[in-house]
């Protein structure tokens, strides 16, 4: 009999020299696939729960489940008759191992870079065998050693993003008419968000465990399928072509009212119906495929396309995008929510007569692109008890592509009261805005709401984001005290 002390170090030292083995030849994580299968099947109110609690740190949170999961396993392995149950049950867990690495083919990963990822996962295998024959005595020490190797793995990962985003993104873009400097006339205000998003505020969301890093030399975006002329472009020639300059917000259908997973940025791109001109699309084409590197794909109708601004994107804040942001291209319709704006790591915009079988269908959200609803959302006073009382609440307002006409504030139920908007950088970007208060000592409700232009008013409804975007108004309870 084995100890499980024995079988749970053989999985640690097994994961940490695959991990550390495949950052060192730059392959695809062992750790990263197995999470990966985590989120294509999670069910539903697991991934809407996952979202919810743990906002960013969700793809950490699956890092940790994975390696708990592979120890615990190991543990169990441990604890089997040695010889015939247990070696077997070591070579399956070896080969879903394995066959976990080869099913991420085709998603970003080359063969050579498969085949290195594979033989990552099976010197990890034997590094595993090896630990499991060795004393009992011994575990602890190669328990630490392996997870000392996992984490050497997961910084080689951390540090070889930084160097790709140093790497790439040093360069500004060249757009030939830029847009003035940002501004609206709010930079004095307190307390209210900035106009522009800064990039390492910005919120980062996909169903990657990490940003694929991809090469711009070998990157090429195909422009295919349903047209008379199809397309293919290099990086450099996307960045010769003539780049357009827009500020826009992007959010996430996750926004919930309060949260910040949306940002206001200035972004560099080509406008999407320039390059659609080109190609000259058959008449039965109905529909624009957006294809990541990672084979996720999203679908816009063509008719939105026209009939709405939308983008291939290569910059954000007049800097080429970061590799979490979608490097080296993705695309964006400003007024659609981000899982339906299209693909980031965009390689393939494929024209197509019939509707495409996306990544979020089978997970039961719409088909058609979810417009983004008009929103107001307190910044300031945040909520809870306050010394002294608030001068004035302000925070920002979005209503893309169409662009905010009015916010108005409620005190504790009382009536609606327009804000002082701040000047209007483009209908798709958000919109900053303030009011004066002044409260008695005590507790109050401060509620916000906003108008899009062409009268659209923000839902009073509360609904979660599930399945077309969170509705209600943002509240922010407040005790403030006499002074
Ligand atoms: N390739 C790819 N593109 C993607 C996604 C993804 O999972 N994979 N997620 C979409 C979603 S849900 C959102 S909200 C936005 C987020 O963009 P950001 O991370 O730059 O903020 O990207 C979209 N594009
Ligand atoms: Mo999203």
Not at 67 to 80: I, K, S, W, Y
Not at 265 to 278: F, H, N, S
Request: with cysteine; hydrophobic share 45%; charged share 20%.
């Amino acid at each position: 009999m084995g100890t499980w002390r024995q079988g749970a170090a053989a999985a640690l030292v097994g994961a940490g020299t695959a991990e550390a083995l495949a950052a060192a030849w730059q392959a695809a994580s062992p750790v990263d696939a197995a999470g990966r299968l985590v989120v294509d099947t999670g069910p539903m109110p697991v991934v809407e729960r996952t979202v919810k609690y743990l906002r960013g740190a969700d793809k950490p949170a699956i890092r940790a489940t994975v390696v708990a999961t592979l120890t615990g396993a190991g543990a169990l392995l441990g604890r089997m008759p040695r010889r015939l149950p247990r070696d077997l049950a070591a070579a399956a867990a070896g080969t879903a191992g394995a066959a976990l690495v080869l099913r991420r083919k085709g998603a970003g990963a080359d063969c050579r870079s498969q085949a290195r990822a594979l033989g990552a996962t099976a010197v990890g295998g034997l590094a595993a065998a090896l630990t499991l024959s060795a004393p009992a005595r011994r575990a602890p020490a190669l328990a630490l050693a392996g997870g000392t190797a996992l984490a050497v793995g997961f910084r080689a990962r951390r540090q070889q993003l930084a160097r790709h985003d140093a790497d790439r993104t040093a360069v500004g873009l060249r757009v030939a008419c830029p847009l003035p400097p940002p501004r609206d006339g709010a930079e004095s205000w307190a307390g209210v968000s900035p106009l522009m998003t800064p990039a390492e505020d910005f919120y980062v969301t996909d169903v990657a465990m990490r940003p694929p890093l991809v090469d711009p030399d070998a990157w090429r975006l195909d422009v295919n399928g349903a047209c008379a002329a199809p397309l293919q472009l290099s990086y450099a020639q996307v960045l010769e072509r003539d780049l357009v300059e827009f500020d826009a917000v992007l959010s996430c259908i996750h926004n919930r009212l309060g949260w910040n997973r949306l940002g206001n940025q200035r972004w560099t791109g080509l406008p999407l119906r320039a390059l659609l001109d080109e190609v000259a699309p058959h008449n039965t084409a109905r529909f624009l495929v957006t294809r990541a590197v990672d084979g996720w794909e999203c679908t816009l109708p063509l008719d939105l396309v026209r009939r709405q601004d939308a983008y291939v994107v290569v910059g954000m804040g007049g800097r080429p995008l970061s590799a979490a942001h979608g490097f080296p291209a993705r695309v964006f319709v400003p007024g659609v929510y981000g899982q339906f704006t299209g693909a980031k790591w965009l390689t393939g915009l494929r024209l197509a007569e019939h509707p495409n079988q996306d990544y979020w269908l089978p997970r039961g959200w719409p088909r058609e692109p979810v417009p983004v609803r008009p929103t107001a959302r307190i910044d300031t006073p945040a909520a809870g008890r306050l010394p002294g009382r608030p001068p004035g609440c302000a925070g920002v307002a979005w209503a893309p592509p169409h662009g905010v006409e009015a916010v108005e504030i409620r005190i504790d139920d009382g009536p609606w009261q327009p804000a002082e908007l701040a000047g209007e950088l483009a209908p798709a970007a958000w919109r900053r805005w303030r009011l004066p208060l002044a409260l008695p000592p005590g507790r109050h409700t401060i509620q916000a709401r906003c108008t899009a232009r062409g009268g659209e008013l923000q839902s009073p409804v509360p609904r979660a984001p599930f399945p077309t975007g969170a509705s209600g108004y943002h509240t922010v309870t407040i005790t403030t005290t006499a002074r």
